[in-house]
């Protein structure tokens, strides 16, 4: 493995719009289909999806939240340094491993915190911390990594987005969705004017959700891949498999053939193809 590694945030101004659930299965599929070593990284907030969607059990406070043994967040405080330094195997104690492949490394409580305390970092460090990590601490280690980000805009997020460069957005049927990415590229550019040298890139995006039986989700589809058709992924079915084996601890590639629906069929080559494509235009660095 060399010490590149490929990036990718998945982002959008919106919750409910299959962030994570794009994120788990591209991750899947980047593991299974390209045997690639990947990693996640859970910045969307304390509800753990990536950790449920995949059956991770997490250590536990005596509330019975999640309280990993290394939890993320630390890398974002004033002690990150001393902690690195001085604890043996701390980055081993945030990873946890899939069954399917790719590890994750879970969100956790103290993430809100941490966006907050970033708020006293100099601008111009403000930004760099999760990139450090990431080149530090996962580079040797893997070949990509996803972010997913939370569905607003604080510290965290630019993290983030600093850290990849590289941006995937799924989109949902809804107006509201086609205006929140225009408000995404007009951030990006944004973003990049502010900060020198940091230049994140719309890489990708994706019409989810799509129920072809739908003409209003048809034309949106349609509206999506008219207006990004430079970058556009193909569309991905709506299924109730996906949501039934999340909630199982899965993605759909932990299913036999014979026990997909066709909708989740369609969803899962479109999960495939999409990756190939996103693999192809990632550039490692």
């Given at each position: 493995?060399?010490?590149e590694?490929?990036?990718?945030?998945?982002?959008?101004?919106?919750g409910?719009?299959?962030k994570?659930?794009?994120?788990s299965?591209?991750?899947?599929?980047?593991?299974?289909d390209?045997?690639?070593?990947?990693?996640?990284?859970?910045?969307a907030?304390?509800?753990?999806?990536?950790a449920?969607?995949f059956?991770?059990?997490?250590p536990?406070d005596?509330?019975?939240?999640?309280?990993p043994?290394?939890?993320v967040s630390?890398i974002?405080?004033?002690?990150w340094?001393f902690?690195?330094?001085?604890?043996?195997?701390?980055?081993?104690?945030?990873?946890?491993?899939?069954?399917?492949g790719?590890?994750?490394i879970?969100?956790?409580?103290?993430?809100g915190?941490?966006?907050?305390n970033?708020?006293?970092?100099?601008l111009?460090e403000?930004?760099t911390?999760l990139d450090?990590?990431?080149?530090?601490?996962l580079?040797?280690r893997?070949?990509?990594v996803?972010?997913?980000l939370?569905g607003?805009?604080n510290?965290i997020v630019?993290?983030?987005?600093f850290?990849?460069?590289?941006?995937?957005?799924p989109?949902?049927p809804?107006q509201f969705?086609?205006?929140?990415l225009?408000?995404?590229?007009?951030?990006?550019?944004?973003?990049?004017?502010?900060h020198?040298?940091?230049?994140?890139?719309?890489v990708?995006?994706?019409?989810?959700?799509?129920?072809?039986r739908?003409?209003?989700?048809?034309?949106?589809a349609r509206t999506?891949?008219?207006e990004f058709?430079?970058?556009v992924g193909?569309?991905?079915?709506k299924t109730?498999?996906?949501?039934?084996?999340q909630?199982?601890g899965?993605?759909?590639?932990?299913?036999?053939?014979?026990?997909?629906?066709d909708?989740?069929?369609?969803?899962?080559?479109?999960?495939r193809?999409l990756?190939?494509?996103l693999l192809?235009?990632l550039?490692?660095r």
């Amino acid at each position: 493995m060399s010490d590149e590694i490929k990036r990718l945030a998945t982002y959008v101004q919106k919750g409910g719009v299959a962030k994570t659930t794009s994120s788990s299965h591209i991750a899947v599929s980047a593991a299974q289909d390209h045997d690639l070593d990947v990693v996640l990284i859970d910045l969307a907030g304390t509800q753990n999806d990536l950790a449920t969607n995949f059956g991770v059990d997490l250590p536990t406070d005596e509330e019975d939240k999640p309280n990993p043994d290394a939890p993320v967040s630390a890398i974002f405080g004033e002690n990150w340094e001393f902690i690195r330094t001085n604890i043996d195997d701390v980055v081993d104690r945030m990873v946890f491993e899939t069954d399917e492949g790719p590890d994750l490394i879970p969100a956790d409580p103290g993430l809100g915190g941490a966006n907050n305390n970033l708020a006293n970092v100099p601008l111009d460090e403000r930004f760099t911390v999760l990139d450090d990590f990431v080149s530090d601490e996962l580079a040797p280690r893997y070949d990509l990594v996803i972010m997913d980000l939370p569905g607003n805009e604080n510290n965290i997020v630019l993290n983030g987005l600093f850290a990849a460069q590289q941006t995937f957005a799924p989109l949902r049927p809804g107006q509201f969705e086609l205006n929140q990415l225009d408000n995404l590229e007009r951030d990006l550019e944004t973003i990049s004017e502010k900060h020198d040298g940091v230049d994140p890139e719309l890489v990708m995006v994706a019409p989810t959700m799509i129920d072809k039986r739908e003409p209003e989700h048809k034309r949106f589809a349609r509206t999506v891949e008219d207006e990004f058709s430079d970058i556009v992924g193909p569309r991905i079915s709506k299924t109730t498999d996906i949501g039934r084996e999340q909630g199982n601890g899965q993605t759909i590639f932990a299913l036999e053939d014979d026990e997909l629906l066709d909708t989740a069929e369609r969803a899962r080559e479109a999960y495939r193809d999409l990756t190939t494509d996103l693999l192809d235009r990632l550039e490692a660095r």
